[in-house]
């Protein structure tokens, strides 16, 4: 039996509460759930319980908390910088890397970007549903969209910064996937001045918008260390060279 998944600022520590709103509703009306029948339920950071339907009331339900358990706080942080896409295409974007596991979303503004406005609610409760829908505990932040040289601000030389072009090198079987050892031999050298305990804490990934970066923007990476890396010889849209990078990335 499938077991429904929930997300809200839930107080867990609680051993009975109440849940109303937009969740009870689904609950009730639309999902049609019975007293006795089991949910999971997440704080959204981290913390999630089996709990069951104690009381169904009109615009309530009761639930008492049967097992709590904890995600693995030393998960590394996956960051995707993706230029601002069409709506459709970063709403995908959202809900996929969601979906693959990305911890925050920054969305850029590049020199080729054509579309600078997001609905940053809309694309919040994109990466809520998401998160509900693939088991997770913890939902993807998602930022006000930012100039690409101040995003550069927000990385440093001890994470792994994977800046992604069609000119980079080539993520081949000759390196594997992004494993913690394999991948390590793409990103700049210890003579660079970048050291890593095993594997990074923090792997930040750059995406570009429809028109490509310019030389100048990948210059500005160069200069900085980051591993220009190419997904394949193929010209890959936005949203799927975002989507394949995060799944590498999470899957170490």
């Known amino acids: 039996m499938k077991i ?21 509703h689904q609950i009730i009306k639309v999902l049609k759930l019975k007293v006795g029948e089991k949910i999971e339920l997440s704080d959204g950071k981290g913390i999630s319980a089996m709990a069951e339907i104690k009381k169904i009331s009109e615009k309530n339900i009761k639930v008492k908390i ?41 969305p850029m503004i590049t020199s080729h970007t054509v579309k600078t406005g997001l609905n940053l609610e809309r694309l919040q409760k994109i ?21 690409f ?7 440093n030389k001890n994470n792994l910064n994977i800046f992604f072009d069609k ?15 394999k991948f390590l031999v793409l990103a700049p050298s210890r003579s660079q001045g970048v050291s890593y305990n095993n ?26 260390n980051f591993k220009i890396a190419s997904l394949g010889p193929l010209t890959l849209r936005g949203e799927t060279a975002a989507i394949i990078a995060t799944y590498l990335a999470s899957n170490l």
């Open 167 to 181: 000119s980079g090198e080539l993520l081949s079987e000759t390196h594997g996937y992004f494993s913690a050892e």
């Open 66 to 106: 049967n097992k709590i358990t904890q995600e693995n706080k030393n998960a590394k942080e996956i960051n995707l910088f993706c230029a601002v896409l069409k709506k459709e295409n970063f709403e995908l974007v959202v809900q996929k890397a969601t979906e693959c596991g990305v911890s925050r979303i920054i």
């Open 127 to 147: 990466a809520k549903e998401a998160s509900e829908q693939s088991g997770r505990t913890t939902v993807p932040k998602i930022i006000e969209p930012i100039d």
């Open 149 to 155: 040289l101040k995003s550069l601000k927000l990385t």
């Open 4 to 24: 429904h998944r929930f997300i809200d600022n839930f107080d867990l520590n609680k051993p009975e509460f109440e849940i109303g709103g937009e969740i009870a």
């Open 199 to 224: 594997s990074p804490s923090s792997i930040n990934l750059f995406i570009g918008p429809e028109g490509g970066w310019t030389e100048k923007e990948i210059e500005e990476v160069k200069n900085l």
